[in-house]
């Protein structure tokens, strides 16, 4: 069964640091990785997808990388800002046992970014 | 291009009452997903529609049951409501092959009370 993990569970930032949110998962068999940006008692938004023959990929101030072998990946946020105050998930799609089409997500990391 | 769009957007229902929640999937997108997410867990997955076709269970009792419909669009019911059933019901579409990005709605918010 795909597990995943994202530490840590909460964190407080000035603005302008840069911050990195990790996430596991136990089985490497997977098609992609997704992280997500969920705003309070919002739908999901998705930020980055890395397929499982990537390393890495970049948007704006956002860099995920994948590291399949050791079930690890990611996000990078530079220079943070208040308006990156979310909480981020981590999912992945697939898995050899029941993984499937299906997305298995973590817990989630809960970014405060203060002025 | 339209995105996932869901409705209604919050309901409360009694416990034992039954649910309907909708989704239309982004333009293009034939796969629909159903999660749940509890206060503050991760979503959950519900199960997965594909061309009207389950594709794929969570481990969810049999009183959630869903349809997808020729457009694509998608519904969740839930039979015998609970008050552990009270959470965010996400709807996603994707197109069906596998390494693709999934597109969420913004979330039903049901209360069972």
């Known amino acids: 069964k795909q597990e995943v993990t994202q530490i840590p569970a909460a964190l407080s930032v000035p603005e302008g640091e840069n911050l990195v949110l990790n996430c596991s998962f136990t089985d490497s068999a997977i098609y992609n990785l997704q992280w997500f940006r969920q705003d309070p008692g919002k739908g999901l938004t998705s930020l980055l997808l890395?397929?499982?023959s990537q390393r890495e990929q970049t948007s704006g101030r956002l860099n995920a990388s994948l590291d399949k072998s050791s079930g690890r990946s990611t996000l990078y946020i530079a220079a943070s800002q208040p308006g990156d105050s979310a909480t981020y998930l981590c999912?992945?799609?697939?898995?050899?046992w029941g993984g499937g089409n299906k997305l298995t997500f973590g817990t989630g990391t809960q970014l405060k970014v203060e002025l | 291009e339209t995105g996932v769009t869901q409705s209604p957007t919050h309901l409360i229902k009694t416990r034992g009452q039954q649910v309907t929640l909708r989704c239309s999937s982004q333009?293009?997108?034939?796969?629909v997903s159903w999660y749940q997410q509890a206060l503050g867990q991760g979503p959950q997955f519900i199960f997965q529609y594909y061309r009207e076709e389950e594709n794929g269970r969570g481990n969810f009792p049999p009183r959630f049951s869903g349809l997808q419909f020729p457009n694509y669009s998608s519904e969740l019911n839930v039979n015998a409501l609970e008050l552990d059933d009270s959470a965010l019901y996400l709807c996603?579409?994707?197109?069906?092959?596998?390494?693709?990005?999934?597109?969420f709605g913004q979330g039903t918010r049901l209360t069972v009370v």
């Open positions: 996603a579409s994707s197109p069906f092959i596998t390494n693709t990005e999934a597109f």
């Open positions: 999912a992945v799609k697939g898995g050899l």
């Open positions: 890395i397929q499982s």
């Open positions: 333009s293009g997108h034939n796969t």
